[in-house]
């Protein structure tokens, strides 16, 4: 089989069988005739001119080509090639990080959900969804992490996609919480991006944090700062857990091992890039939070959307299809008059 054949014009259309293309020589036999039977007269001479006999045969005439043609490239197997298309709009490049530890899976008040209140992963999922079908033209990853990083969507401008991935993330949760690698996998969406406009986010959703080493903590700083990087934190805060501001009343309790979602603030804080804290304890002050958000990121975007292979031979039979049809209703007509 061959992939380069046939290119028409400046659509981007290819055949992937070669040796089915002589036979679209075919399409010259309606020039010859129209298949209409005909009848003999001494003289037509002194018939007036018909012009509308003249079109319908026209008419007839590239109604046969048109099929010829059709059938001849769907067994040829037409297909567009892969585009590259110029987007410019208004929205970011976001990157949503998920909590995925157990805890996600309880409600505000630390317990199981028992159907009247929604687990914060479940609310968390729903605020979401909503969030990402407001957002037109942004262009939205969606990573995860636990006690191991979890790829779920690379950046994509296709939000089907997105919000399949969002729903896939409503699974049960693991155990641990490793921010470090999840921070780590969110950055690097960011590293074979090219683009210059519009903000790069990443939108960080979780009700903890844990202690980040100092080896992940240099990488996290330097890629940060290479990657003009915009960091939001909804920090999904249950009933009697520290929040980010409190200091504890024992200075010996001070610490990133007793505190980790205030000393994680105070890392966030000190990157030295623009950074939004939100401490939501219920599902309104997510919202809430995500309406800021969406407030805030709508700067102007340009990006390269990639639109895949499209197979046309179904278009092709098509139109195969009903050019045939057409002639054949013609023709039974006609043999009935």
Known sequence: ???SALNLSDLNLLVEDTWVLPALLLILFPLFNNGVSSSVYPSTLLLPPDPLSSFLGACLKASAMIAITTLVLGLAGLYRTEQSIERIGHGAHIVVLLDRSKSMD???AGKAPDGSDESKSSAAKRILTAFIKQRKNDRIGVAGYSTSPLFFMPLTENKQAVLAAIS???LPALAYTNISKGLAMGLSYFQQQDSQTGSRII???????AVIDPESEKKIRLWAKQQ???LYWIFMRSQNDPGLYEKPENPRDDNAQSMPERYLHLFFSSLNIPYKA???ENPKAV????DDINQLENMPLHYIEEIPKQDLTGVCY???GFFISLLLAVKLYEAKA
Not at 203 to 209: H, M, W, Y
Not at 287 to 290: G, R
Request: proline fraction near 0%.
């Open 1 to 3: 089989m061959s992939f």
């Open 106 to 108: 309880y409600t505000y």
């Open 168 to 170: 896939a993330t409503d």
């Open 203 to 209: 939108l960080l959703v979780s009700d903890g944090a």
């Open 228 to 230: 003009n990087i915009r």
């Open 278 to 280: 939100y401490q939501a």
């Open 287 to 290: 919202q809430e939070a995500i």
């Open 318 to 320: 098509g139109l195969a």
